[in-house]
């Protein structure tokens, strides 16, 4: 069984650097938008799971909508970061028998089918697959085989981090540069790229009706 966990704090504080271009309601919009976006690709990449780790109960419905499946961790600590969720993740794939575990986030829009199946075609006992964000510094998606291969923590730059821990345990990690998956959305410049690469992204079409969005 192959599962892709995707962690979604919530929505009502999401994207905090967009602050500069984006109000309360929009930035809300955006990072729902966004995860459809990303959960739509995934359903078409056909794995066998597709996990929303979050409490928020609108996040719960939005993935339940699109065919995913809600995970709540049972404590908030567990809910806290995209660390803990993930980690928390990582054990119930165990607990459930997966043989490959992926995790992405749910702000990389662009993401393809293709991609996220190439993603976890890739990973092999002793072999985990990353691949790195555009800036080379986060980890937009890993694939692990089996779940508990080794343990993941995200944040700039995680994915260097990434590669050494797996090192570090012995593991050969390797590398995908996935130019869809690639694109987080976290800043202004960011919202340009969508804008520029994202057109048949629900993302794109959202941002694209926001004439106050700067395109830098």
């Known amino acids: 069984m192959i599962v892709c966990a995707v962690?979604?704090?919530d929505l009502a504080a999401a994207k905090q650097r967009l602050v500069p271009a984006l109000g309360p309601?929009?930035?809300?919009?955006?990072?729902?938008?966004?995860l459809r976006d990303v959960l739509t690709a995934l359903g078409a990449a056909r794995l066998d799971r597709v996990w929303v780790v979050t409490r928020d109960a609108e996040v719960a419905a939005a993935a339940g909508a699109l065919g995913a499946e809600p995970l709540a961790p049972p404590t908030p600590a567990e809910n806290a970061s995209h660390t803990a969720a993930i980690a928390f993740a990582q054990a119930e794939a165990g607990r459930r028998g997966a043989r490959v575990f992926l995790t992405v986030p749910g702000d990389v829009p662009c993401a393809t089918a293709a991609e996220l199946a190439e993603l976890a075609a890739a990973a092999r006992p002793g072999a985990p697959a990353f691949a790195p964000s555009?800036?080379?510094?986060?980890?937009?998606?890993v694939a692990l085989a089996p779940p508990d291969a080794m343990p993941?923590?995200?944040?700039?730059?995680?994915?260097?981090?990434?590669?050494?821990a797996a090192r570090a345990?012995?593991?050969?990690?390797?590398?995908?540069?996935?130019?869809?998956?690639?694109?987080?959305?976290?800043t202004?410049?960011?919202?340009?790229?969508?804008?520029?690469?994202g057109a048949a992204t629900e993302s794109a079409r959202l941002v694209a009706g926001w004439r106050a969005v700067p395109v830098r």
């Open 7 to 9: 962690p979604v704090k």
């Open 25 to 34: 309601q929009a930035r809300r919009a955006l990072a729902r938008a966004m």
């Open 134 to 141: 555009r800036s080379g510094l986060g980890t937009n998606g």
């Open 152 to 164: 993941l923590r995200f944040g700039e730059p995680s994915f260097a981090g990434h590669l050494a």
């Open 169 to 186: 345990r012995g593991l050969a990690p390797r590398v995908l540069v996935l130019h869809g998956l690639g694109l987080d959305v976290d």
């Open 188 to 197: 202004p410049d960011d919202l340009a790229a969508l804008l520029a690469e």
